[in-house]
């Protein structure tokens, strides 16, 4: 029988396409999963407003539930509460690290001009001698650094609250 | 709604004409990436004015379909890329404002609107550093960056006083708790404008620029150009997907 526990676990598999190392559990994007009548609710929420894998997360998940044989589905998705970078899960932070993605790390208010960059430690040589390059990079939701011992240039994704 | 909109969809489409272009690498990036935020803005809000106009258009027919009377976006948006300094400095001057507005539209009696600004507030507030900062250390800069910057202050200031204009629409909106008095919005843009120039050795002008009529959709010359690519694609080929 369907239930939202083994929708849950099917739709939990579906991965970021920008970021396949992460699935949109870990990214904190699946908000929730609810039955209306005959339908199955999934809710999601963009990371950024303009975050292009929005779509493609909404028929991946179509296509896993219905290769399930589920098709009386619909994607829901709201902006508020917006997503902020602390609903990503400690797991997802582990993956990201391993995969060479720095993971959020604490923020000073981002309202002060010219503050101090945030301590990010390389993901390759754990070097906390890092420098940031650009505040924006590859994706909305990242910037770019790169480490000043082992010189790795890699993401780092930035703390959205 | 469409003031809102345009105002993202516009200044979202010259700023990607800055792909491919940008001055450095990650600038091309920065400014590419500040453009996708705007027009993810301009989607969600267009996405919403369709469904409140009720008249079977989406938000693609919106923003693609509209002519240039129909668009309600400042003038200031729709000015040419220039030098780096030119875009730097408008954008500075319209994500000061849009931050305000955004602080105040969080708190709006349209709960879908609040929930567009709450979203689309912590990007601002990031685009607002990244603009903020550059026009500090293009004035503080070398002599050559402090005179294209101060130079596009002086021919950019005449459309800042049109993001504080207000007719009977904003009116009726602000008696219902829509929106905030836009107009008591000037007071605080001005202070952080001047703090923020005179940190980068920059002078502040003295005038207080004009009401342009973009509010109205009577536009620049510059708009009809802007519009001419951004729809061409759609004119050519109704429909079209990729």
Redesign the interface.
Known sequence: MVTVDSIDAIVSNVHDPEVPVLTIKDLGILRSISQKDDIWVVEIT?T?????AMKTIESEIKEALLSKGISNVEIVS???????TDWLSEEGKRKLEAYGIAPPVDEVD??V??SKDPIVPCPLCKSKHTKM??????T?CKA?FQCQDCLEPFDYFKC?? | MLRLGDDSLILGQRLSEWCGHGPIL??D??LT??A??????A??IYTYAAEVQGENKDADALAFLRLEHEYFNAILTEQPNGNFADTIVRQFFFDTYRKLLWEQLVHSSD?RL???A???L??T??HF??S??WV?RLGDGTEDSNERTQLAIHSLWRYTEELFYTDDTEEALQALGVIPAIQSLRKPWLETVEK?LL?GTLIVPEDKGYFGKGRQGMHSENMGFLLAQLQYMQRAYPNMQW
């Open positions: 963009p950024y407003s303009g975050c292009p709201s902006l508020s509460p917006a997503w902020t981002k309202s001009l010219f390059i650009s505040q924006f990079s590859s909305a770019h959205l609250r | 990650e600038e990036i920065a990436n500040t996708l935020d705007l027009i993810g803005q989607t969600n709960a609040a929930a567009i709450e979203k689309s912590k990007e507030r990031y550093k990244h903020a900062e500090i923020v940190q």
